[in-house]
C-alpha cells in the first residue's frame, strides 16, 4: 500500500496538514502572468520558491516556463529587498527584454513586507523601466489562501492596468478564471462563433501550448497584450468566470471604469456552458447561431446516448473551488452522485453552493474547503464511504491504486498525462471530452472487472 | 558538427564565452567571465573558477533554495521518519514525491511515510503571533496518528524571520514522547546561495541527532557505508545488487532507499564510500575524525568506474577472497556492457554533449558519454564549490563569505568510548603509495578536455546562447531548462531526475544509459521539425494536376 498509515477512523486534527489539497499563491500568480503576451514573471524572494513553481508549472504543461527571482539572500530577509528587486529589474530588461514584468511576492518578503508599488516607482524614476516597457504586480502572501487566490491576485494587477478612455471599445471583457490554455482557446472560439469580440484575460493559449519547431521563443505568439488590457476600461462589460479565479478582477473593473460585471460559475457541462453562452449572447446583443445549437445537442445526445453508464454513480473529488462547483453540478444533471469533495482553498460559499446541487440526493455529500480539507482526509472519506470513480490531480494516483478506483485526472497538477494543454473541458465540446474521459474510465474498470459469462461487445 | 581527430570538435570557446557575456550589465558580465574558465592544463594545477557565489537578481536560474537541498534532497529518501514542513503550504507541497527517489517498503511491517506531505500551512496568524504553538500541535498529531521513530521539523522562509524557536519545541516534544526522536532542520531557503547550503544543514542535524543512536551493526566482514546516494531512478538498488554479488556489505545509504537505523548504526561501518562529493564529503570527515571511519571517493556511474571504484573497495580491505570475487563479479558483468556498446556506438561514436547539473553529476556523466564514445564540451555545477571543479587541494584556500558563514560547522572529537582507526596510519600511508589515497577527489576540471569550458551556476539565457552557438548532440541540465533546450531541436537529458528513466547507475545501469542516450540522440522526431513546404518554401513550377 501507497498510503499505508492512513487509519480508516477519522480524528480530529488541527495543526497538522497532511497531503495538501492546494498550493501556494505564487505559483497561481505566476500562471496567470504567463497569460499576457511579452511577459516574464518575476518571483520577490529567495530562489526557491521560483525554482518550485517552476518545475510545477514545466511538469504540468511540458513546455518552457522562464521566471526570475529576486534570489534573496540572509541579507535581504533582513534589510528588506529593494535592492535585490531594483537589480533584478534593471537585469531583466537588459538580458532577457520583456515588454513587462509581472512581480509577484512570496511568503518571504511579505513577512519582511516590501513595499512593491514604492520599489517599482523608485526602479522607474532611477530610469531602470525602458519606456514602454512597464512593470505589473501584485502581493501573493501564501500564508493567506491558496494558489487560486494568487492566481486571482495577479489577474486583479492586470485589470488594474485598464483606463477608461470615454470611448467605447464594443468589447467584452471574458475573464476565464484558472482553466487550461486550450480551455481558453475554446472560450475565444465559441465567442467568436456567436460573433462577439471579447478581451480574454489572461490568455495562456498560444503560450503554454506552443509547437516543436526548431525555435524557442521566449515569448510566443499568445497572451493578451497590454494595450488590450489597457482598453479593457472602455469594454461594454466584463464576464467572470468563477468566482474565486476572477470575481475580484471584474469587480475591480466595475469599480475603477464603470464597466459593469456578472460573476458566473466556469462553463464545464451542460447548465453552466448554458448560462456562459446566454449571458454572452445578451450582454452582446447577438443571437445564438445554429452551430452552437448543434454542438450543444451533440452533448445532450451523447448524455441521452451514455446514460444507464452515469447514472447513480458515485464520485470523490478533489481540487479547486470554481472548477468543483461546475463539474459538481455537471456530474448531478447526467445523475452521477457526488459522494466527497474537497478544496484545499477556503471559502465558506464553496460548502454551502455544493450542498445546494447536491440537495436532492439521497445522502448528505461530505464537503470541506480550506483549514483541514486535505487528501488525507478525502482519503479517510474514501476509505468509510466508497466510491466508483475519482476525479482531480495527479496526487490522487495513490489513493486510486490503493483503493483501486478509477481516477480522472482533472485540474492541477496534472504530472503524469497529457492532453489537458491540448483538448478542451470547457463548452459543449469540452463537455463531450469530460464524457469520454468518465465513460473511459468507468467502462474500462467494467470490462476488467465483468465476469466472463456477461462480458460484453457492445457497450 | 565538424570534429577534429583525437580531440574536441572544432569550437572556439573564447568566442563563445564572449558572445554569452556581450549581452549583461557591466557588472554582472565581469562576475559571470570568473564563472566561466576554458580548460588549459596548467603546470601549477587546475585552472581556478569562481564557484559557490550569489545568483544575480533577475537572472533566470537553475538553482532552488536551501530548503530544497535539505528537506528535499537529504531528508526526503528516507521512508520511517516524518517530515514536518513548518511554514505555509507551498514549500512542502512541491517537495512532496517530486524527486524520484525510490524506496523499498516492502518488508512485512515497513513504514514509508514519503508518500505524505506533511505541513502546519502556516496561515496570517500564526505569522503575526509565531508559529510555535501550532508546530508543537501538529507533531503531537503526526505523534498520535503514526507513532514514527522520528520526526523531523523543516523551517521554510518565514519562520526564521518571526523567530520561531523549532529547535527548542522539537526538544521539548522528543523529551514529552520518551521513543520518538524529534529533530529540526534550520533550513530557511535565504540562507547560502544554492541547495548546497540545505545539504549541509541537513547532514549536520543527521550526524548530531541520530549517527551514533545504534551500536548494533547488521552482520557482514567487509562493511561500508554508502555517502551521496540518492536512489534516483533506482540507482541505489543496482549499487546494493552489484555490492551484494560481491559479498560487500552496505551497512547504509546516506540517503537513498534509506531507514533512521541505517543512519543511527552507519558509524560501525570500516569505510565510507563517498558518491557525491559536494553533498557530503563534511559528513565523511566527521565519521573519520568521531569514530575512526576512513572514506574514499567512488563513483558508480559508468561501467569503468563501477569495477574501478569495487577495486579500491577490495583494495581497502586487503583480503584476497574479496578481490577474487570483485574480479569474478566485474568479469561477469561486463559482457552485458560490451554488448550494449558495441550495438549503440556505431550511432553514438563522436558526439557531443554538455552537461550543467547538480553538484557531482556533470563530472560522473562525462564517464558513460566517455564510453559510448562521445565528447564533452561544456560542463559544469549548479552549487558545487571550488573543490568539487579544482580538486580538494584548494579547500585550505577558499574564502569564507556572509554566505557561507551562517552554515554551521560542526566541531568533531573522538568519541572516547566508540572511536576506532579502522586502519594503522602506516596501512593508509602504503595504500596512498600503493594508488589509493584516502579522502581524496581531484575534481571536474583535470578530467575534461583541454580546450572544453567549465561554466558555474550556468542561467537560461548561456544555455540558449550555448545551444544556440554550439549545438551539442545532447545537453544535461534539470527539468526547468528541458523543454526550451528542445524546442530548439537538441534532445535533453535530465540528469536530477532522470525523465522517466534509470537505474543509470552500475552495470546495468550503465547499458540503460547507452540505449537512452542512444534514443534520444538518434530519435526521428528531430527531422520532423520542418513541414516539407518550409524546408522548400518556392514553388519551382506550377503545380499541374494530372
Ligand atoms: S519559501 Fe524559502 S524555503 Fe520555501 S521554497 Fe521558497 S525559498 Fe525555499
Ligand atoms: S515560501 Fe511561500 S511562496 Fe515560497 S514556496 Fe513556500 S509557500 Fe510558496
Known sequence: MLLRHTPKEIGERGALTINPAKTCQPIGAMYAALGIHGCLPHSHGSQGCCAYHRSTLTRHYKEPISAATSSFTEGSSVFGGQANLLQAIETIFTVYDPEVIAVHTTCLSETIGDDLPQIIDKADKAGKIPPGRRVIYANTPSYVGSHVTGFSNMVKGMAATARKSGQKNGKVNVIPGWVEPADMEEIKRLAALLGVEIILFPDTSGVLNGPLDGQFQMYPPGGVTMDELKSTGDSTGTLALGEWCSAEAARLLDTSCKVPCRVLEMPYGLKATDRFVDALRTIAGVSVGDEINHERGQLVDMISDMHQYFYHKQVAMAGDPDQLIALCEFLVSIDMWPRHVVTGTPGRAFEERIRQITAGLPYQVNVKAGAGADLFLFHQWIKNDPVDLLLGNTYLKYIARDEDIPLLRFGFPILDRVGHQYFPSVGYKGGLRLLEKILGALLDRKDRDDPEQSFELVM | MATKENGLPGWDPASVKEEMLRQYPPKVARKRAKQMVINQPRPDGSPEIMANVRTIPGIITMRGCTYAGCKGVIMGPTRDIVNITHGPIGCGFYSWLTRRNQTDASAPGAENYMTYSFSTDMQDKDIIFGGEKKLEQAISEAYDLFHPKAIAVFATCPVGLIGDDIHAVAARMKKQFGDCNVFAFSCEGYKGVSQSAGHHIANNQVFRHVVGNNDESKPGKFKISLLGEYNIGGDGFEIDRVLNKCGITNLATFSGNSTYDQFASAHTSDLNCVMCHRSINYVADMLETKFGVPWIKVNFIGAGATAKSLRKIAQYFDDPELTARVEEVIAEEMPAVRAALTEVKPRTQDKTAMLFVGGSRAHHYQELFKEMGMKTISAGYEFAHRDDYEGRQVIPNLTVDADSRNIEELEVEPDPQRYRARKAPE???????????????????????????????????????????????????????????????????????????????GFKGAVNFYHEIDRLVNSKVWGYLKAPWQENPELSATYVWE
Open chain 2, 427 to 505: 596501512k593508509i600511508g602504503e595504500l596512498a603509495q600503493s594508488g589509493l589515497p584516502m579522502k581524496d577527489y581531484e575534481g571536474l576540471i583535470p578530467d575534461m578536455e583541454p580546450g572544453s569550458m567549465i561554466i558555474d551556476d550556468l542561467n537560461q539565457y548561456e544555455a540558449e546562447k550555448l545551444v544556440e552557438l554550439v549545438k551539442p548532440d545532447i545537453f544535461c541540465a534539470g527539468i526547468k531548462e528541458k523543454f526550451s533546450v528542445q524546442k530548439m531541436g537538441i534532445p535533453l537529458k535530465q540528469l536530477h531526475s532522470y525523465d522517466s528513466g534509470g537505474p543509470y547507475a
